[in-house]
């Protein structure tokens, strides 16, 4: 649908009350309840009360959200739900704009002014382009820009146009009188996700963490005092049909956080569920922040890793390139990790969703020392989260010897520094090295002991001293059928 660009003003000389109506019925809302997934999706469930009358009957559902899936609508009367038949579905989403305007006043009379104040009325030919070209009464043509119009005056709506997406029904009812209604379809633009703040103590070995819930609301509606339900978990859902926009806009989002809130969790299927215990009211265009979990005095632990052997990818063919793993990497990486057991005092699922890791200054001030994302963690697991790379430490990886000493069969060997310029911490730093030449692998001597992770890593552990280096050499062979 051609939609207009922006124009200071637009009067419309209409009432309110010419807009198109249900046959005169009266709606009562009975309650609105919402299941959010963590994955751009809501289930709605609208009940509402109508005044029917006996036989067919027009009913216009208002407020349901823009972002609507209208194949997912399900329409049922809890009062008569046997004597009550749905005829027709209809999703109406002509809505009342300036581009819509435009479109239906083809052909029709139109006033408008310019920015100079120059005024002309004529019959519209078209309003698309970016221009109005008007036929004034004497056959003359007027073309005018639409961004030196100031005013644009229309003398009465046109049918069909509406102020809010509505869902239409054409129903057969068996007996008059009022009834409850139960709507029920599936929406896009509501999400949540799941926001930590974690304190680290200054000694690294215990968090505090406070765990948010963060709703947002783009469907283009407004839930009040709603029955919110939260899904964790990945649910498979089939991308959403093509609809026609209603804002085009970039909406802004307001923060309204609601701290005193109780959440119930609960298993689900093969998911998690939380349930807020009271009414709640979810704006369009609103983010709100339900706190959800709290925990103090977590273990914790933080622990550093060289990888400098860079990303493993699967064993295809032997690799006899010498230069092939060679990465130039220095980086050493600093990790947190804890549990979300119940012997490390936490005992609560984690949602996916992202974590900030604050630790205090001297002065008391907490600083961000790390962000990062976690997946859905059940309770008992361990999280693992990267918060960045140590200033102080530094890694050195280079290969110091490669002899392929038959058409299948070679040797390398390989030597790590670990450099501490810490002033007085001994740290252990984590060494990963991925044997990716072939399956087929045997480490003929190392500096240190090492265990093996997998069937292609093994992982070196070093102390360094402050101030000092530590160096860790090997040598591996691999061999592969001839």
Known sequence: MYTAPRIKVIFVTLLLALLVVPAAFAQEDSGVSLTIYNQGTALVQDRRTFDLGSGLNTLDFTDVAASIDATSVNFKSLTDPEGTLVLEQNYIYDLVGSGALLERYLDETINITTQDGAQFSGQLLSGRGGEIILRQGDGQVIVAQLSQIRDLRFPALPDGLITRPTLRWLLNSAQAGAQQVELTYLAGGMNWTADYNVLLSTDNTALDMTGWVTLTNTSGATFTDAQVKLVAGDVNRLPLPEQRGFYEDEVMLAAAPAADANVAQRD?????????????????????????????????????????????????????????????I????????????????????????????????????????????????????????????????????????????SRNLLEETYEIRIRNRKDSDTVQVRVPEHLFRWSNWEVLNASHEYTQLDSSTIEFRADVPPGGETVITYTVRYSWPG
């Open 330 to 405: 220095t980086d050493v990486q600093n990790w947190l990790e804890f549990s979300t057991g119940d012997d490390a005092g936490l005992g609560a699922d984690l949602p996916a969703g992202r974590i900030r890791v604050y630790q205090e200054d001297v002065d008391g001030a907490a600083l961000l020392i790390g962000e990062n994302r976690i997946d859905h963690t059940p309770k008992g697991e361990d999280v693992q989260i990267y918060l960045g790379n140590a200033f102080d430490l530094v890694g050195e990886r280079k290969q110091t010897n490669f002899n392929i000493l």
């Open 268 to 328: 689900f299927y093969e998911y998690q569920l939380y349930e807020i215990n009271r009414p709640v009211t979810v704006a369009d265009n609103e983010t709100k922040q339900v706190e959800f979990v709290t925990a103090a005095g977590v273990p914790a632990t933080t622990f550093y890793v060289y990888d400098g052997s860079g990303p493993f990818y699967g064993y295809y063919s032997p690799i006899t390139d010498p230069g092939y793993g060679l990465t130039g």
